[in-house]
């Protein structure tokens, strides 16, 4: 078992940045993919970003160039590092785990989840 808890969200001003964190315990977390996720009310859960193991790294087209995943093992925490943000990724932002070697896009693809931290952003 792994369990994941998201912190790092809140209230920023267009423009503005977060880096949102989501830490790991249980199983060896080194070996885990890590996607990134966020879902507004009524809609389906939308990929943003993934890290494999190995440190490669995927995004969303809403995300490159502004958001950055990356994780430190040695600490079994993730990060989405969000910058320039708009208020269309106001969102709940969920951190996800996936021992699959690659890091998938489908919520579907992951085995473990967080409990989600609301961003908001302002006009």
């Known amino acids: 078992q792994v369990q994941l808890v998201e912190s790092g969200g809140g209230l920023v001003q267009a423009g503005g940045s977060l880096r949102l964190s989501c830490a790991a315990s249980?199983?060896?977390?080194?070996?885990?993919?890590m996607g990134w996720f966020r879902q507004t009310p009524g809609k389906e859960r939308e990929f943003a970003a993934a890290?494999?193991?190995?440190?490669?790294?995927y995004y969303a087209d809403f995300a490159k160039d502004r958001f950055t995943i990356s994780r430190d093992n040695a600490k079994n925490t993730g990060y989405l590092q969000m910058n320039s943000l708009k208020p269309e990724d106001t969102a709940v932002y969920y951190c996800?785990?996936?021992?699959?070697?690659?890091?998938?896009?489908?919520?579907?693809?992951?085995?473990?989840w967080g409990q989600g931290t609301q961003v908001t952003v302002s006009s």
């Open positions: 996800a785990a996936t021992g699959k070697q690659l890091a998938p896009r489908r919520p579907s693809e992951y085995d473990y």
């Open positions: 249980g199983r060896t977390f080194s070996r885990y993919a």
């Open positions: 890290i494999r193991w190995d440190g490669s790294t």
